[in-house]
């Protein structure tokens, strides 16, 4: 690969990273094509990247920022995985893979500024998303509301039980 080349991989790598919600780090090594065209199709789906990269040219592009410390797992082929939208989706999908592929090793991650170890990407696959984050919040704001419209319908409700119960007491006698 020429100079040139190598500089346009490193703006990407640099501009791709700029923006990253989490990174993971896996060995394919063995794996056939079709195998990696369907891997390669399943982080897609899930709004990732997923490319091979030189080894030399990403810590050329970490270097000086909080990721450097990720070099440290950039050791043979190693695929490069990431999300600027989802910092779990990553992870999950790399998780399943490494799970039903034997040749397929996750070796690590980054995230929020910290390195992670294979456990730390499976504690990361397990974060909830975004979607349900939201819907969880969603249900903090109505319990409230929600809550004293119930208390506020107790009282009235409670005195019509009352009162039919005194009925039905004074018609049984």
């Not at 979607?131 to 409670?158: C, H, K």
Request: glycine share 8%; charged share 25%; proline share 6%.
């Amino acid at each position: 690969m020429d100079r040139a080349g190598k500089d346009e991989i490193l703006g990407e790598i640099k501009a791709a990273f700029s923006e990253v919600q989490s990174v993971v780090l896996a060995e394919y090594r063995g794996i056939t094509v079709p195998t990696v065209t369907a891997i390669r199709d399943d982080f897609r789906k899930a709004g990732c990247h997923y490319r091979v990269l030189k080894n030399s040219l990403v810590k050329i592009a970490v270097k000086g920022s909080k990721m450097e410390p990720m070099t440290t797992l950039l050791t043979g082929p190693t695929a490069v995985i990431w999300s600027t939208e989802s910092p779990q989706a990553p992870a999950k999908i790399a998780l399943k893979w490494a799970k039903d592929e034997p040749k397929f090793v996750v070796k690590g991650g980054y995230f929020d500024g910290t390195v992670l170890d294979n456990k730390g990407v499976a504690a990361l696959s397990k974060m909830p998303g975004k979607p349900e984050l939201q819907a969880s919040l969603l249900m903090t704001f109505l319990a409230a509301p929600t809550d004293f419209v119930r208390t506020i319908a107790a009282g009235p409700q409670n005195f019509v039980y009352l009162l039919d119960a005194r009925r039905r007491g004074l018609e049984g006698q």
